[in-house]
């Protein structure tokens, strides 16, 4: 297993799978920070999908052989089985607008010969504020540098 | 080029890490609130391949008690 490879095999397999189905989906949170620089330490990755209902999520989910687990009086939206342990569901952002307009800010990346989309440093940084939460606050200093340094390097000469 | 604290100590600095630190420099400069900790190892980060920056992440964070 290559050792700069954040995904096991079967991670690599769910998000593949999809990218196949056309599901569409956003790489959130502190995950999405470290993908564009941010250096941040996380023990998840959370995606925010569009549309959990959709036939393509539930045809990416049977490919892997993984459940959708929909959110309960104490449980929020869960993914279960093989490949799925790392990934987090959310279906709502903190202080940003609805999936479909977040979708087109969204930057894109390769992971592991998978295309993936984040959310932007910018918008991961409105979340984070909305959230109010002491861990969001307490990053907060980390994710506006990494902006700076993002915004200088793509600033014109 | 620019003296810098670390170029100037006996270690010959690799000419991309003597950028990388000149850029790091200017950056903090040029924004006051910036901390030079934060803009270098983000500078450090951007260095690598996005797969490479998750995994230090998540590496750091599966072997941390604390998270942020």
């Known amino acids: 297993m290559d050792v700069s490879a954040p ?15 056309h599901v569409e ?7 999405a920070a470290a993908l564009q620089g941010v250096p941040a330490v996380t023990q998840d990755v959370v ?7 959709g036939r393509g999520f539930r045809r990416a989910l049977a490919r892997v052989g993984a459940t959708y687990v929909p959110p309960g009086m104490t449980n929020p939206p869960l993914l279960v089985g093989a490949g799925t342990e ?23 990346a390769v992971v592991a010969g998978v295309p993936i989309l984040l959310l932007p440093l910018d918008r991961i940084i409105v979340s984070k504020k909305a959230t109010g939460r002491p861990k969001d606050l307490a990053i907060l200093p ?3 540098d990494a902006l700076r340094v993002q915004r200088r390097r793509t600033a014109p000469e | 080029m620019r ?6 100590s006996e270690i010959p600095l690799p000419d991309r890490i003597a950028a990388l630190l000149r850029e790091a420099e200017a950056i903090c400069r040029a924004e006051l609130a910036a901390s030079f900790e934060n803009v270098w190892h983000t500078l450090l ?19 941390s008690t604390v998270q942020p």
Do not use: C
């Not at chain 1, 995606?47 to 209902?53: P, R």
């Not at chain 1, 903190?94 to 894109?108: I, K, N, Q, T």
């Not at chain 2, 003296?3 to 100037?8: I, M, P, V």
């Not at chain 2, 980060?45 to 072997?63: D, M, Q, V």
């Open chain 1, 7 to 21: 995904f096991s095999p079967k991670e690599v397999s769910f998000l593949s799978a999809l990218v196949d189905e």
């Open chain 1, 25 to 31: 989906f956003l790489v959130v949170g502190l995950a």
């Open chain 1, 47 to 53: 995606l925010w999908f569009g549309d959990l209902n």
């Open chain 1, 86 to 108: 790392l990934f987090d569901i959310v279906v709502h952002m903190h202080g940003l607008g609805p999936f479909s307009d977040e979708v087109g800010r969204a930057v894109s």
């Open chain 1, 142 to 144: 980390a994710l506006e």
């Open chain 2, 3 to 8: 003296d810098t604290e670390l170029e100037a």
């Open chain 2, 45 to 63: 980060l951007l260095e690598r391949e996005p797969a490479e920056r998750l995994n230090i992440g998540l590496t750091r964070g599966r072997f």
